[in-house]
């Protein structure tokens, strides 16, 4: 059973803002960026407890191509996105996204 994403406020400024720096070194890579980051969220939506708990109850997706996490919470009936962050972030940043 597939269950419903949810995109928190800040997880879509979070793609957003990626999406128009990935634009901006090269046309067209911004898109890519988001097919990739589509493709991620419909294999969380499919199998979400196949991705590892990284605190409490926040699970990570890794995005194929790109250096960026999804991290989202599972909940009764959809998947809650908290945030959409680059590797290199200090996971303070996503942790403190209640």
Do not use: C
Request: hydrophobic share 40%; proline share 4%.
């Amino acid at each position: 059973m597939k269950l419903t994403i949810r995109l928190r406020d800040e997880a879509d400024q979070d793609l957003s803002t990626a999406a128009s720096w990935y634009e901006e070194k090269h046309a067209g890579l911004g898109q890519e960026f988001l097919d990739e980051v589509l493709s991620t969220l419909r294999s969380v939506s499919e199998e979400p407890l196949r991705y590892p708990l990284v605190r409490r109850n926040t699970r990570r997706a890794l995005i194929k191509r790109f250096p960026f996490g999804v991290y989202f919470r599972v909940q009764e009936a959809h998947i809650v996105v908290v945030a959409v962050m680059h590797g290199s972030r200090h996971p303070g940043r996503w942790q403190s996204r209640t």
